[in-house]
């Protein structure tokens, strides 16, 4: 049996996973009732996909913040909190762990987000990590003052603004994956392709399909 089964960092790895899984699920709506409104908008229950919309929104933000949260470190080696976020994934990957990643994996991951270091092994994923998240600060940094002022306390005075672009939630969400997937990998369960069980988007279209709504699109253009 694979010793990193049912470790911390295959522990972490599985939270993580089942955050990507209520994003993956959260943009699937959002999206197929934008691109469907006006058919909706026609038909029956217009203020409960308005409202359900609204809340996609809300969803989105907060779980992008549990995917990209970090652990923040307290005396004696500690975090103030355990995560299931990639940083918590990477903190549990340091020790030795990483190195029952593939090489080549790190590799390909490392060339698809980009970076111009010399690096190998966990140095190489981390600064991969780094730079993505100052490529996305604001994204990153809007979804966290939504999630602490509007959605988890409703901050007195504070006017919520919109959430990212669609196409920009994509992006962090599939950068979560492929994250999840390469450690997922190493450890030889799995792993789980989130982008391809989308059984909530199938649900609703049909839904969607049986409320009198026609060509029923389940892509964002």
Not at 97 to 117: H, M, N, P, Q, W
């Amino acid at each position: 049996m694979n010793a990193m089964i049912n470790s911390e960092m295959d522990n972490k790895n599985i939270g993580l996973l089942k955050n990507l899984w209520r994003l993956r699920q959260t943009l699937d709506v959002h999206c197929l009732i934008s691109m469907n409104a006006a058919a909706i908008n026609r038909g029956v229950g217009k203020s409960f996909f308005t409202f359900l919309e609204m809340s996609c929104q809300h969803l989105m933000a907060l779980y992008i913040c549990r995917v990209f949260e970090e652990e923040v470190p307290v005396s004696g080696g500690k975090v103030r909190y355990e995560l299931d976020s990639i940083g918590g994934v990477l903190r549990a990957m340091d020790g030795g762990k990483a190195s029952v990643l593939d090489s080549d994996r790190i590799g390909g991951f490392v060339e698809k987000y980009g970076t111009d270091s010399d690096e190998c092994g966990l140095a190489a994923i981390s600064t991969v990590i780094k730079e993505f998240r100052q490529q996305h600060h604001e994204a990153l940094s809007g979804c966290k003052t939504l999630r602490d002022k509007w959605i988890a306390h409703g901050e007195s005075g504070f006017t919520a603004k919109g959430a990212p672009s669609y196409g920009l939630m994509e992006r962090l969400f599939n950068f979560g994956l492929d994250f999840y997937m390469l450690v997922s990998q190493a450890v030889g369960v799995g792993p789980v392709d989130l982008n391809r069980d989308r059984k909530v988007r199938t649900s609703l279209k049909r839904t969607l399909e049986k409320l009198g709504c026609e060509d029923v699109r389940t892509e964002m253009t």
